[in-house]
Structure formats: C-alpha cells, structure tokens
C-alpha cells in the first residue's frame, strides 16, 4: 500500500533542500538531490528523495496535483529576514538627489528620509497602506519570498505605530507570504520629541511596548541604533524594556557608524544583527561566541552607492550564520527581490552562490526564529517551495535582473504559475 499525497513534484533536475541529509546529497549545506521528488500532504512536506523512491511510496490523493520539475530547480521558499514592506508614500527624488550627490545623511537632514516616509503614513489611511501593502507581497512571492518579517517604524506615535501592524497583521490574514511581525517604534525620533529625545524614549517603554504586548501585535521589537539616532545605551534601555514585557529583540546595528551595536546585540541576547557594514574586529569576536544571526542586506549598500559592505566572508570565515535580507523600505532598498540580493551577496560580498543560497532561505529563518517551520525542504516543515526555470542553482545569482521563478508553492497549494498570481478567490 502506498502513501498519499495531495502534491507530488517529480523529475527535478536540481532539488536544493538546504538540509544535508544522508550522504548520497551532494554540495554540503544545500543538501542537492538529482533527479529529486517531493511529496507533500496537509499543508507540510511529507517526503523528500529521489523521483524514483518517492513514486514508488507515494501515489496521488483524488484531485491531487502533480508536477513534473524538468529543466528545473526546486529551492525552500526565500526567507526575507528584514522588511519594511508596510509603508505609505515613495521617495524617488531622494534616489535621484544621491545619483546627484547628496548623501542618506544630508538628505535626512534636509526634511527627506524617515521622517518624510512618517508624514505619508499619518496621513494614508489603513486601507490604502494595506492596498500598497498587498501589491508589494505579490510581488515577494512572484520572486520566490514565501515568508517575510515586517517592521512597523514610520507612524512614531501610538495611534500610527498600532496602524501599521494592524496593517500587517491584516496582510498576514489576507495574504499567502506569512508575515512576522516587529515592533520599530525607535526607528527615529519623531520631529516633535527632537528635542526631548528622553520623553519619546519614555512614551516607547511606558506606553508603546506594553500596548503593542498587549494587543498582541509582534513578536519582535527593533531599534535603529545609529549615530544621531538611538545610542547604544538608549538602545540598550528600549530592546530590554521590550525583552521583559516578552519581545524578542532585533537590533539595526553599525548600519552607518561603529556605535558596538554588534555587541550590544550579544549582550542583550538579539535574536539578529542587521546591516552591519561598519562592525568592529570585537563586534565579530563577540557575534563569534553567540547565537546572534548577522542579517546582511547588501540592497542598501547597492542603491545608496555606499563604497562598503558588510565583512561577510570573515563572518562565514568564523562560521557564522550569515542571513540575507532585502530591507525592502523607500528610502535605501526599494526591491522585493531575494534572488537579486543573492546576486548582490555574491558579486559585492563575495559570497558563494550556495552560501547565498543558504542565507536566503534557512539562516534567514533562524534570524526570524522560524527555522522550525520553514527555511529548508525537510520533512515536517511547511510545504513552502519554490521551482525555478533553469538548469542549476548556481543560476540563481548569476542570471540578475529577470525573474527565473516559475511556480510558488505555499502551505502546499499552488500560488504562482508560469511566474503569475495564481487567484484562490477569498481563501488565501
Ligand atoms: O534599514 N536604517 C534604517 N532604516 C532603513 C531605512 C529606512 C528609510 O530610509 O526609510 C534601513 O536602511
Ligand atoms: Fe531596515
């Protein structure tokens, strides 16, 4: 008697489960099958092997769907570590004035970045922000991205900050990518505490974090830790008042300037660093001894024309867990796409296209703390995969700036095909 499955894909070239299994799988961490199936049932991946054992196990439920992965590539689902992907409003001229010449800084300071992204949110109401915000989710998960955090950091007031993760959690409900949830709320200082910075700190811990905890809306809290913008101990007050009310912290740490966010990360027990350009040789030592995940988002660096990138090869070098992210915002990384960072990770951080590989998707799930459900094709977890149109995964970053991904799979139901939104009617 053989098993049953509601989806089978048989016959892929290349499937990468990013889970090195038994030694018949070849090129270490991404654990690649030949010739490979999957049979997948209840929403989670039943069985993973060759085309032939897993035909010879399993057979198809009435109605069920198979799939034949010929000339194709079958990952995981991207993990996308890092968003901003709620937000209202757009800021082109601010990429136009960089090609210009003026720095993220200098146009900050003029009245532009965050704070002009916080105006368009106070005044967009929930529906338009979840319309832009469903739009930008089709457009992750037509790239491959099945999960994806999302920070809130551009209301800066009660009353915004709860609008956008009400957003997001709608866009959660709505939506196949499924979303988790950080709370930003030091993403800047708001322009009317510019000049009692201690005040707005106060309204964070007093009021913010123990209302957001109360409502339930995120799992995380996150602090852009940034030199005149949160300082190291400031951020080390919010992510702790954020840690005891039962928020996991995440830290925006040495984006610009070396502020030892890497270390406060450590010592605050972050489940990630992000950004990370300028760590120091003791924020590396430090990320060395711990659990921290560096979240590395090489987007930014690219479409702010920055001259640095993060340390990653001393980083994987150590044996660190190196996660990839988009940083999907509209001031430094206006892109959904993960299989662009791929490329980006490897020709600016020199990373190989199977380290990439692994940072987008499984390290990416640990730094979400969703490495239990999702980031590799390993039995147990969500049938959330991804089946690319080309011969070997070393594709993926190396043909740039097309979209190669032909169906999405999530929860084991078909989202994407022939690269297009497939419609469910009301059911995501
Ligand atoms: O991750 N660093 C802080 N926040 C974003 C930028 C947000 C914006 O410019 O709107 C980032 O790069
Ligand atoms: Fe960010």
């Not at 993220?104 to 003029?110: D, G, N």
């Amino acid at each position: 008697m053989k098993n049953v499955a509601d989806v089978i894909i048989e016959g892929i070239d290349e499937l990468v489960t990013v889970d090195p299994g038994d030694d018949t799988r070849e090129e270490g961490d991404l654990g690649l099958i030949r010739d490979g199936a999957v049979a997948l049932g209840g929403g989670e991946i039943l069985a993973v092997g060759r085309s032939r054992e897993i035909t010879e196990t399993y057979r198809l439920t009435k109605g069920g769907m198979r799939l034949n992965g010929q000339g194709q590539v079958l990952l995981p689902g991207f993990v996308d570590p890092h968003t901003h992907v709620v937000f209202g409003g757009s800021r082109e001229h601010e990429f136009e004035m960089r090609i210009c010449g003026s720095s993220y800084q200098e146009i900050a300071a003029r009245g532009g970045g965050i704070r002009a992204t916080v105006s368009a949110v106070r005044q967009t109401p929930a529906e338009e922000l979840l319309e832009a915000g469903l739009r930008r989710l089709d457009r992750m998960l037509c790239y491959g991205t099945t999960t994806a955090e999302a920070k809130s950091g551009y209301g800066l007031s009660l009353e915004s900050e709860i609008k956008l993760l009400e957003v997001a959690r709608d866009l959660n409900d709505r939506h196949p990518v499924d979303l988790v949830s950080t709370f930003l709320g030091a993403h800047e200082v708001p322009e009317e505490y510019v000049h009692r910075k201690e005040e707005y700190i106060d309204l964070l811990v007093d009021e913010m974090i123990p209302e957001v905890v109360r409502r339930d809306l995120a799992e995380f809290c996150d602090v852009f830790c940034e030199e005149g913008v949160y300082t190291r101990e400031e951020s080390r007050r919010i992510l702790s008042s954020a840690s005891k009310a039962g928020l996991k912290p995440k830290i925006h740490a040495d984006e610009f300037t070396n502020q030892k966010g890497a270390e406060l990360a450590v010592e605050i027990g972050a489940t990630s660093a992000d950004h990370l350009l300028a760590i120091s040789g003791q924020g590396l030592n430090a990320l060395r001894e711990s659990r921290v995940i560096p979240v590395l988002l090489p987007g930014t660096c690219f479409s702010l024309g920055l001259d640095s990138y993060a340390p990653a090869r001393e980083m994987l070098q150590w044996g660190l867990k190196v996660a990839l992210g988009t940083d999907l915002n509209p001031g430094s990384s206006m892109t959904e796409s993960m299989p662009m960072i791929t490329t980006l990770a490897c020709v600016m951080l020199h990373m190989t296209p199977a380290e990439a590989i692994v940072g987008a998707t499984l390290n990416a799930a640990l730094a979400v703390d969703r490495a239990d459900q999702v980031g590799s094709v390993t039995q147990g977890k969500k049938a959330d995969l991804i089946l690319l149109d080309m011969p070997s995964f070393r594709y993926l970053p190396y043909h740039y700036g097309v979209n190669l991904v032909d169906k999405v799979i999530k929860n084991g139901r078909l989202v994407v095909d022939g690269g297009r939104r497939v419609q469910h009617g009301d059911n995501p």
